[in-house]
């Protein structure tokens, strides 16, 4: 793969303007917005998708295009189409970071030697972002929908500590790939009498506690760990864009199958949620004197070591999208054995990977760890991120022959 240093007039190196965008979309959804990640998946699909669209017209359009192929009459700037192009949905998704954002614009197009390919790269960027805007349109973003209460055994509630219920539009929201967010339906999660029912909840009981005797440290770190968005998700793909040295055009792509396939899953997954409604292991190990199961006993005062989530259980939301993230990435490179490192300020530590698939089983694991997911939900979760991965790999981003 070729190079992503590129050279400015002076013959100093460049910074990889995806990269650079990619870390002021973060900056504005995490850190100012404080989107949560399902609230996070559409804008980063939004950003990934319209950068993706303005590079690869530029580029001759060497890929199947996601929404659109601006005209591009001349040389013209990636680095100048990168900026536009994030800047433009960006402010769309956030108007009120707009002074922060047009500063950032400002500076990057700063960096850029004036002319008409300057000149044109922009007006490539704001016509593929144009595109983007139009598309998401009235899809179903923040909706006043609402996750499903029950009283019955196994139908999810609010949990401690905030007893809290939110972002169930997401289960409604318009994909960005898939036809359905329906369209990989699971049979739902284990009958309550059963004993696969059974071990989930007795795994995650004597493994997920917050006074866990069993847990290792280790697996206390990885629970964390995956529990901190601030950072992980975001660094394993900017790392892996400078260590493979990818280069802008290369760079784009990746992001775009990425961020676009974690997106429907994290759809297909919260289609799931409003689907089955099911409890989260608080609720069950508190309430399981009343679930029928011989093989399950009450615990009125357990607590699993990370904060659950408000929304129900079943799939795994974390899992469903890395599922997604990591199946991607294995396409995208053609291989799974890349290494690859993140640091979380939760955990207080760096977390090493030797591959894609390792690092999905691990998470996998975390979610019980954590005390906040049963095991089928988070192996259905994955198994479904999987399935958006293939779709995306078979109908978009191809190369065009």
Request: net charge neutral.
């Given at each position: ?152 055994p196994g139908q999810w509630r609010p949990t401690p500590p905030a007893f809290a219920s939110s972002s169930a539009w997401i289960a409604h929201l318009k994909p960005f790939l898939i ?223």
């Open positions: 793969m070729s190079s992503s240093v590129a050279y400015a007039s002076d013959g100093a190196p460049r910074a990889n303007a995806v990269v650079v965008w990619d870390r002021n979309a973060q900056t504005a959804m995490w850190d100012v917005a404080q989107q949560q990640p399902p609230e996070q998946s559409r804008s980063a699909a939004m950003v990934h998708g319209a950068i993706y669209d303005a590079v690869n017209a530029i580029a001759g359009t060497p890929y199947q295009p996601y929404l659109t192929t601006p005209r591009v009459k001349g040389a013209a700037s990636m680095d100048a189409a990168v900026a536009s192009a994030a800047y433009r949905v960006l402010s769309a998704l956030f108007p009120d970071q707009r002074e922060r954002l047009t500063t950032q614009y400002d500076e990057a197009l700063a960096g850029i030697p004036a002319g008409g390919s300057k000149q044109r790269g922009i007006a490539v960027g704001d016509q593929a972002a144009s595109a983007m805007i139009a598309a998401r349109k009235n899809d179903g973003a923040y909706g006043d929908q609402t996750w499903a209460v029950g009283t019955e036809p359905s967010g329906s369209m990989f339906r699971t049979s739902g999660p284990p009958t309550l009498t059963g004993k696969r029912y059974a071990q989930d909840i007795n795994e995650v009981k004597k493994v997920g506690s917050k006074t866990s005797a069993v847990r290792t440290e280790d697996q206390t770190q990885a629970a964390i760990w995956w529990q901190d968005r601030n950072g992980g998700d975001w660094e394993i793909k900017r790392q892996l864009a400078t260590t493979q040295r990818l280069s802008t055009l290369q760079t784009a792509r990746m992001y775009a199958m990425v961020n676009l396939s974690k997106a429907d899953a994290t759809i297909a997954c919260n289609s799931e949620k409003a689907a089955w409604h099911f409890w989260r292991p608080i609720t069950a190990i508190r309430e399981a004197g009343t679930d029928g199961n011989p093989d399950t006993t009450p615990d009125s005062d357990w607590e699993p070591l990370l904060d659950t989530p408000p929304h129900p259980d079943f799939t795994s939301g974390h899992t469903c999208s890395t599922g997604a993230s990591m199946s991607s990435l294995t396409h995208f490179f053609g291989r799974d054995d890349l290494s690859f490192s993140a640091f979380s300020p939760d955990a207080g530590a760096t977390r090493a990977y030797h591959s894609f698939s390792q690092a999905l089983a691990e998470v996998i694991e975390a979610r019980v760890w954590g005390g906040i997911h049963t095991r089928s939900a988070d192996v259905q979760g994955a198994k479904i991120g999987k399935q958006v991965s293939a779709y995306m790999g078979t109908h978009y981003f191809k190369p065009r022959t």
